[in-house]
Antibody, heavy 118, light 110 residues
Framework: EVQLVESGGGLVQPGGSLRLSCAAS????????MSWVRQAPGKGLEWVSI???????SYADSVKGRFIISRDSSRNTLYLQMNGLRVEDTAVYYC????????????WGQGTLVTVSS | QSALTQPPSASGSPGQSVTISCTGT?????????VSWYQQHPGRAPKLIIY???QRPSGVPDRFSGSKSGYTASLTVSGLQAEDEADYYC??????????FGTGTKVSVL
């Protein structure tokens, strides 16, 4: 059974850093496409970043240069290192397992809340 | 990377049908058939209900159907049921290994 469990969210001041983790089970993160999607309170979904099975990464323009997506095959865990956080980064961050054929999310984690505030 | 455009709300009575539109551009939805739809109930993670424009994952009722014409994709929910009341989001591949979601539509069952 596929499971995704995010952790690492919390309250951080503007300009600060935070690292989110997503522990996966039921499949291997290093041979699948994995993404982060976020949702600001009361707002819609926003695509954030993806890491492909070959290791190529991509980012939304809103986070490029500040966020880094990575994975650890030994821990079967996906990460999102978030630097230079801004108030507008406040959101629930979802870890997702994506299809390798096309472009859609097959599985979602439960999400972890990141609040950026002074 | 502008969000795809959806109507803020839609509604219908039980048993009726409701159709939600999702409009993009030539850079995203208009150029790819990788359109998906997600259902999200309050406080829950989204759930995939349509992928590749009109494909249903196993377990999704055939009351849900998708289509696309030009720059606009549509999700139709037929035979509305109380449990269909939720937020619905479209999504598309946007080229250059990036994705984009729609603005979201709140469906109410009257």
């Amino acid at each position: 059974e596929v499971q995704l469990v995010e952790s690492g969210g919390g309250l951080v001041q503007p300009g600060g850093s935070l690292r989110l983790s997503c522990a996966a089970s039921g499949f291997r993160v290093d041979i699948n496409y994995m993404s982060w999607v976020r949702q600001a309170p009361g707002k819609g979904l926003e695509w954030v970043s993806i890491v492909f099975s070959g290791g190529t990464t991509s980012y939304a323009d809103s986070v490029k240069g500040r966020f880094i997506i990575s994975r650890d095959s030994s821990r079967n865990t996906l990460y999102l290192q978030m630097n230079g956080l801004r108030v507008e980064d406040t959101a629930v961050y979802y870890c997702t397992k994506d299809t390798a054929r096309g472009w859609h999310v097959d599985y979602w984690g439960q999400g972890t809340l990141v609040t950026v505030s002074s | 990377q502008s969000a795809l455009t959806q109507p803020p709300s839609a509604s219908g009575s039980p048993g009726q049908s409701v159709t939600i539109s999702c409009t993009g551009t030539s850079s995203d939805l208009g150029n790819y058939n990788f359109v998906s739809w997600y259902q999200q109930h309050p406080g829950r993670a989204p759930k995939l209900i349509i992928y590749d424009v009109n494909q249903r994952p196993s377990g999704v009722p055939d009351r849900f159907s998708g289509s696309k014409s030009g720059y606009t994709a549509s999700l139709t929910v037929s035979g509305l049921q109380a449990e269909d009341e939720a937020d619905y989001y479209c999504s598309s591949y946007a080229g250059n290994n990036k994705g984009v979601f729609g603005t979201g539509t709140k469906v109410s069952v009257l």
